[in-house]
Nanobody, 112 residues
Framework: QVQLVESGGGLVQPGGSLRLSCAAS????????MGWYRQAPGKQREMVAM???????DYADSVKGRFTVSRDNAKNTLYLQMNSLKPEDTAVYYC??????WGQGTQVTVSS
């Protein structure tokens, strides 16, 4: 079972961009689905973006057109490019390899 380590979070102004990375301790070549979740204070954890297969991705309605999930199998890394960030995107973002593997999370704060 691989371990996942997220990085790339931080404080950004509304309208800004961040790229999150999720580095796996082993090969992710055959791991599907794999994606990103987030949890804001007082709210349930929700799916943000998911790579369901080599040709299929899925996004939450709230991030469609702004976020892009991608993976580099050679680097065993999953990415989340986040553009046009909004204050409501503030949350801890988690990398997830179904069914049970989670990273420790990285904080994203969108504020002026």
């Amino acid at each position: 079972q691989v371990q996942l380590v997220e990085s790339g979070g931080g404080l950004v102004q509304p309208g800004g961009s961040l790229r999150l990375s999720c580095a796996a301790s082993g090969s992710i070549f055959s791991i599907y689905p794999m994606g990103w979740y987030r949890q804001a204070p007082g709210k349930q954890r929700e799916m943000v973006a998911m790579v369901r297969s080599a040709i299929s991705t899925d996004y939450a309605d709230s991030v469609k057109g702004r976020f892009t999930v991608s993976r580099d199998n050679a680097k065993n890394t999953l990415y989340l490019q986040m553009n046009s960030l909004k204050p409501e995107d503030t949350a801890v973002y988690y990398c997830h390899a179904l069914p049970t593997t989670w990273g420790q999370g990285t904080q994203v704060t969108v504020s002026s």
